[in-house]
């Protein structure tokens, strides 16, 4: 018969093991996500978009690094970017992670400052991180809606002058251009804002560029009603960030929250959007980095992206 008396202990002692077992759980999956984020990889993609008879062109598509100063191993994998030799570097924002990073953000893109580029700002560019509780990449987009008197303010014009001072990069947050990036090619390039900041006024493709064989959108976070007016003014190509791939993404189901209104399967892929009878590619890059205060990612490595356009047909 079994000794009543002793039902409570055999009770705490799977209480206990119970609660170890979940513990160890925690951790696992903490380190896991740790060591993910520091996965950084390059993916590739083929894009028919050029007219026929045109050479390939290669963009390098960056964001997200979200630098904290002192990384070298970011350092190091964003200055190695140039060794893949783009024709173009579209940079869709969040930068440094944190205000004492913005020497290091120079450094790093430093060797792809020679090639012609364009940029357009996140939040993060502004201000600082702040503390998170990671469980909400769980439940629902971020908001932005903090006094900025509140938050870490970043030095952006001496980071942004860091960027153009070669004369190669060009910032289009809500605005257009057509640039000759190559002797044979030009783009019309028309950027926005950060919409997670409501700081986005779709500016329309210059409409006096019309024989212009390629119009890219670019712009730092990927909300519909912004991929919605590019797409409809002609957007061959749109480039966004933002995402981070959803960070915190399962197996076999992929992103859980996309951190603005875009669906989940979308956080960091490449996709057809249409919008009034008309159609373009988006691509959302996963990123590089992570929030400083959340530095952890599952299932969705950090990148670059590189997209080879090549002649239609």
Not at 3 to 25: H, I, M, V, Y
Not at 39 to 55: A, C, D, S, W
Not at 77 to 103: H, Q, S
Not at 207 to 220: G, W
Request: charged share 15%.
């Amino acid at each position: 018969m079994s000794e009543p008396w002793k039902w409570p202990r055999r009770l705490a002692s799977g209480a206990a093991n119970l609660g170890l077992t979940t513990a160890l759980t925690g951790v696992s999956a903490a380190a896991f996500g740790i060591i993910s984020a520091r996965q950084f990889g390059v993916r590739y993609t083929i894009l028919p978009l050029l007219p026929e008879g045109h050479k390939p062109f290669r963009i390098l598509h960056i964001g997200d690094m979200h630098l904290v100063a002192g990384d070298r191993k970011k350092i190091n994998f964003v200055r190695g970017l140039a060794d893949l030799k783009p024709d173009l570097v579209v940079n869709t924002g969040d930068n440094p992670g944190g205000a004492d990073a913005i020497e290091d953000v120079a450094e790093a893109l430093s060797p792809l400052l020679h090639t012609p580029g364009v940029f357009v700002a996140g939040s993060n560019d502004f201000y600082g991180p702040k503390p998170a509780n990671p469980l909400r990449y769980l439940r629902a987009p971020s908001e932005f809606h903090d006094d900025p008197e509140t938050l870490q303010a970043i030095d952006v014009g001496t980071m942004f002058d860091a960027f153009t001072r070669t004369g190669h990069w060009h910032q289009i947050g809500n605005t257009s251009i057509t640039l000759p990036v190559r002797s044979d090619l030009s783009i019309n390039f028309a950027g926005t804002h950060d919409a997670h900041m409501q700081a986005d006024a779709w500016p329309g493709f210059d409409a006096s560029d019309a024989a212009v064989p390629l119009r890219i959108a670019v712009t730092h976070a990927p909300y519909r009603r912004v991929l919605d007016a590019a797409v409809a003014d002609g957007a061959d190509l749109i480039l966004a960030g933002h995402t981070h791939g959803g960070q915190v993404a399962l197996p076999h189901y992929g992103a859980i929250v996309s951190n603005c209104d875009l669906p989940t399967g979308l956080a960091a892929s490449l996709f057809r959007w249409r919008s009034r009878g008309q159609s373009g590619l988006v691509n959302v890059t996963a990123g590089i980095g992570t929030s400083p205060k959340v530095p952890i990612r599952t299932f969705c490595p950090p990148e670059a992206v590189v997209l080879d356009l090549v002649a239609q047909g």
